[in-house]
């Protein structure tokens, strides 16, 4: 199978890094032309600079806007009037205490991890129905499944957009447009892969041997025994954005090396 999807534009939020680096990175291989965001100038400039140098011949282009809120939201759909993919990948967790988290925190995260993919599929999706093809992608966890109990308001947040996901596809069945969500599991993210790394330090270990030591406390049901790389996901991400997936809307697709133990 031969993914072409020159002459398609995508935005991918939250991608300057970790999955969504990884995301915009695959699909410009693919030949999307990629717009990157993320809240920082510098950052989203050092992540064109480096999507350049590995694609001189692709188009990227970026916006530095907080998604969390409306109003970079509205930032975003001002300087980006219509795509054809829309990967909302943006969001983030914090390990807490249930009952020392106040209201606000888990606002907050709900702007952040679900707000964010709302208000953007607000802005894309209508023109994707009216040109007769779309892709959009949540970047959803397993922990949507699994909810964890230190971050039970993020378990929440991704539930919720498998919600959104599965009701947009709904709402734009028959279109040409299609929806899914995306399920990793453990990933060597940017996040993920800093907070690793500090544990090794702190406990004078390899970076290996404390992803295991989380996967043998936190994540005892993987299958593959290792966290997964940024560009495994990004491959399954890839794929559902192909014309070739135009038979795959309203899924839920695991990438979370098996952690999830249900059939399907
Ligand atoms: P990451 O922290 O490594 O990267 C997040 C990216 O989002 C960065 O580019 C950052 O600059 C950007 N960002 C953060 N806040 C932003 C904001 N308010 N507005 C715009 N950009 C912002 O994260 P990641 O681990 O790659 O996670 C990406 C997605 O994958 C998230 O939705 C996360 O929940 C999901 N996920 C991650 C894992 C994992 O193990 N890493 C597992 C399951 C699901």
């Known amino acids: 199978m031969k993914i072409e999807l020159n002459g398609r534009k995508a935005v991918v939020t939250g991608s300057t890094a970790g999955i969504g680096f990884a995301i915009a990175e695959g699909l410009a291989r693919a ?17 064109l600079k ?4 590995r694609f001189p011949n692709a188009e990227f282009s ?8 409306s109003e970079g939201s509205t930032l975003l759909a001002d300087q980006i009037d219509e795509a054809d993919i829309l990967i909302n990948n943006l969001g983030t967790a914090h390990i807490n205490g249930f009952f020392d988290q106040n209201d606000e925190e888990w606002l907050d995260l709900f702007q952040l991890n679900v ?35 230190e971050m039970i308001d993020y378990g929440m947040t991704k539930t919720a957009q498998l919600s959104v996901s599965r009701g947009l596809a709904e709402l734009v069945g028959g279109t040409g447009v299609t929806v899914n969500s995306v ?37 005892p049901t993987s299958l593959i025994n290792r966290f997964t790389t940024t560009d495994e996901i990004a491959n399954m991400v890839v794929y559902v954005c192909s014309e070739q997936a135009s038979g795959t809307s309203g899924a839920a697709l695991r990438v979370d090396g098996g952690v999830l133990r249900s059939i399907v």
């Open 62 to 69: 970026g916006v530095a806007a907080d998604l969390s809120t």
């Open 115 to 149: 707000m964010s993919g709302v208000r953007a599929a607000r802005q894309f999706v209508p023109g994707m129905v009216k040109r007769g093809w779309g892709r959009v992608v949540f970047i959803s966890s397993e922990s949507a499944v699994n909810i964890p109990k």
């Open 31 to 47: 030949g999307a032309a990629v717009v990157v965001n993320g809240r920082g100038e510098q950052r989203v400039t050092d992540a």
């Open 50 to 53: 480096e999507l350049r140098r």
């Open 183 to 219: 399920l990793p599991g453990p990933t060597r993210s940017e996040i993920l892969g800093n907070w690793m790394a500090a544990t090794a330090r702190e406990q004078g270990i390899t970076q290996d041997e404390a992803e295991q030591n989380f996967l043998n406390t936190m994540r």
